[in-house]
């Protein structure tokens, strides 16, 4: 679900759609990972300037987490 | 019935503000907010715009053929339910006539205390994924108003009040006053509420982050 969530908004950003990937890897006590990977010439539509996107999807996620009593961080993989 | 009373934790802090805005008008019943927030709209001159947009608030609004807007209304509808909020989205008229190129979006719901997060940081996330989403390179640009339960409009009036008061005091001391570094945002709404007022003018100081607004007494 929260897999979900974060490929929704990365396919709406990116131009390949097709190669937005993420896997949940459950992490340690720290809650699980989710890990995003993109086309090559997409991993800066993810990022942002300054980090700006990558900054906005984890406060989303963050606030999904709350909602679901869950832990979670988002993992760019490039 | 407690249900009512968990949503938006930040309502509270509205009404802190609207407080200490202290032109506290008419009675307290459910339309006294909306009341308050007019009539310091009208003191400060720019009354008009506003009331017009709070008379079309609640009219459905649906631009089949603005294809923008509706991607825009779409990514936030996945989004929120996929963030397993209980909230509705909806388009939202823009406020004036010459503001066509804007996308307005209203959350609302039980959960909208969440959606806007602390600072209103999770809406801030929201309205910046949602303007990358639309405006993709070689688009002309669309700007994107993400709201939720009213929490930007009534920052912005009670911004405004404040902006006034501020405004009064720097006649009468006839001193200048800087505010705190602001967003481009949050500094049109004071350039705004100050601009029909008598005896100072605005401008704005100092570069990126560190931009505030600077309210200067003028001798008449």
Redesign the interface.
């Known amino acids: 679900?929260l897999k979900?969530?974060i490929t929704?908004?990365a396919e709406?950003?990116v131009d390949d759609p097709d190669q937005v990937e993420v896997t949940e890897v459950e992490g340690n006590h720290h809650g699980a990972v989710i890990e995003l990977r993109v086309a090559k010439n997409d991993i800066g539509?993810v990022i942002?300037k300054d980090g700006?996107?990558a900054?906005?999807?984890r406060?989303?996620l963050a606030?999904?987490c709350?909602?679901?009593g869950r832990r979670a961080h988002l993992d760019i993989v490039d | 019935m407690s249900e009512a009373t968990e949503s938006p934790e930040v309502d509270e802090g509205w009404e802190a503000d609207d407080d200490a805005s202290g032109d506290d008008a008419e009675g307290a019943d459910s339309e006294s907010t909306e009341a308050k927030g007019e009539g310091a709209e009208a003191a400060g001159g720019g009354g008009r715009k506003r009331r017009k947009r709070r008379a079309k608030r609640d009219e459905e609004y649906y631009p089949e053929d603005d294809e923008r807007a509706l991607k825009a209304l779409e990514f936030l509808q996945r989004v929120v339910s996929e963030m397993q909020m209980d909230c509705q989205v909806h388009l939202r008229r823009p406020k004036d006539e010459d503001s066509e190129l804007e996308i307005n979006l209203e959350i609302t719901g039980p959960d909208s205390g969440r959606i806007i997060g602390k600072k209103g940081q999770v809406l801030g996330a929201l309205q910046f994924l949602t303007n990358r989403v639309v405006n993709r390179p070689g688009l002309e640009k669309r700007h994107i108003l993400v709201d939720a339960e009213g929490y930007r409009s009534r920052r912005d009036d009670s911004l405004a009040t404040m902006a006034r008061r501020l405004g009064k005091q720097a006649v009468t001391d006839g001193k200048i006053i800087t505010f705190e570094p602001m967003n481009p945002r949050d500094r049109r709404v004071v350039h705004l509420a100050l601009a029909k007022f008598d005896g100072v003018v605005t401008k704005s100081d100092g570069e990126g982050d560190d931009r505030r607004v600077q309210i200067i007494p003028v001798r008449r």
Request: glycine letters at 4%; hydrophobic letters at 50%; zero cysteines.
């Open positions: 679900m979900e969530l929704t908004i709406a950003l539509k942002g700006r996107t900054q906005s999807m406060v989303i606030a999904a709350t909602k679901v």
